[in-house]
């Protein structure tokens, strides 16, 4: 396994909105990747198209794409994991669709059952499932499985869950929701210990000052702030980073905002 850098760049991206002007070159670094290793060595090139655990840092333009160009060129696949960008985050149906870019391969869970019932699906390009579905007509196609693949009780959740997203429109209603989202967000701008803000669709992340010598405990004081007075939030380092609920109102996000402003306000 090899890592390429990420895109996060406080100096040059600070209170962006939307995708960051800065960071596209950075994916030239799976050239250099693919010189070392050499590409007959390498599987497949994983990334999500927002990475969320790592404290929401979103691609600069263009560079996805570049990721595509560069593994279809020495014939690596390609897998976006979308966990958290997939099933309406972005304000489309994957991140794969708002920046689009087809992968070889889609990693899902989560808003696939609406987070309540444990599922994951993984969604292939022709190419890989014909690999494994044709065959000697006496093996069995992609003979793989676990203890719960296919449970009945998951399953029902994943067609119900998928069936509220077409009836209400989720899968897009995030899109209605950004500019909104946004504008809430970066009001934040100013208060203390924010030193940087960024959105995409309905996923944002406000960005505090460590304590120095206590890295993450600015962010986990909010956190418990924001607990006893009725909001969830998920800190990451020290990191707040906010993913809402795709059927949240206007007035909501104000609320949600308006605590977080109070909150950051007491912190020390």
Avoid: C, W
């Amino acid at each position: 396994v090899d890592h390429m850098p990420h895109t996060h760049n406080l100096s040059k991206n600070a209170f962006s909105k939307g995708v960051p002007e800065y960071g596209t070159e950075l994916a030239d670094e799976l050239e250099r990747i693919v010189t070392l290793h050499d590409a007959s060595t390498i599987a497949a090139v994983i990334v999500e198209p927002v990475a969320g655990s790592t404290g929401v840092l979103i691609p600069p333009p263009g560079y996805l794409k570049r990721l595509r160009e560069i593994t279809k060129k020495h014939g690596i696949l390609l897998i976006f994991d979308e966990v958290i960008t997939g099933y309406g985050r972005l304000g489309t149906p994957f991140g794969a669709d708002y920046f689009d870019v087809v992968p070889d391969m889609l990693v899902t869970a989560k808003g696939l059952t609406n987070g309540v019932i444990p599922m994951g699906a993984v969604i292939v390009s022709p190419e890989i499932h014909d690999a494994f579905m044709n065959g000697p007509e006496h093996v069995i196609e992609f003979f793989h499985g676990y203890t719960y693949s296919g449970n009945p009780l998951a399953s029902a959740a994943g067609l119900a869950t998928l069936e509220t997203y077409k009836e209400e429109g989720l899968l897009t209603r995030g899109a209605e929701l950004a500019p909104k989202f946004q504008e809430a967000l970066h009001s934040l701008k100013g208060l203390p210990h924010v030193i940087d803000i960024r959105n995409i669709g309905m996923v944002g992340a406000i960005e505090l000052q460590p304590i120095d010598g206590q890295p993450t405990k600015r962010a986990f004081s909010a956190f418990l702030k924001a607990f006893e007075q009725g909001l969830l939030i998920r800190t990451t380092g020290d990191i707040i980073a906010l993913s809402p609920p795709l059927i949240i109102s206007e007035s909501q996000i104000d609320q949600i905002v308006s605590t977080l402003a109070g909150i950051l306000k007491t912190l020390e």
